[in-house]
């Protein structure tokens, strides 16, 4: 699938589109949404156990909570940048059932203005 990491190890089931979301410059009073991407090759559904900010400032919607063999989900993660200013970098921590159980992505941003 175009857009998608490859995995050099064999063990990830799960792919992703991007673990990083470079957002440059973003003005303060926006909501921000970054889109990942999470497509399963592996051999067997895979479940997601949780997703976990590494803040309550970040919300998150996934459109299913597990992924079937061969299908993919999006996972957004939303930050009101109200009351925020200079460099961020969100993280979320992603459980899932696979073989490696745990998968980072993050969101860098500049809050102007």
Same mark, same amino acid.
């Given at each position: 699938m175009k857009g998608i990491e490859e995995d050099s190890t064999g063990k990830e089931a799960i792919q992703? !589109? /991007?673990k990083l979301l470079e957002l440059g410059n973003i003005d303060k009073d926006t909501l921000i949404e970054g889109r990942f991407v999470l497509k399963n090759f592996?051999?067997?559904d895979v479940k997601i156990n949780y997703v976990n900010p590494d803040? /309550?400032?970040t919300n998150y919607d996934i459109s299913k909570d597990y992924i079937p +063999?061969? %299908?993919s989900i999006i996972l957004t993660l939303r930050f009101d940048t109200s009351g925020y200013t200079g460099d961020q970098n969100l993280t979320a +921590?992603? !459980? /899932? %059932? !696979?073989?490696i159980k745990f998968y980072k992505v993050q969101m860098k941003f500049t809050i102007i203005n």
């Open positions: 992703f !589109s /991007t592996g051999k067997q803040c /309550t400032c +063999v061969n %299908d +921590v992603i !459980s /899932t %059932d !696979s073989e």
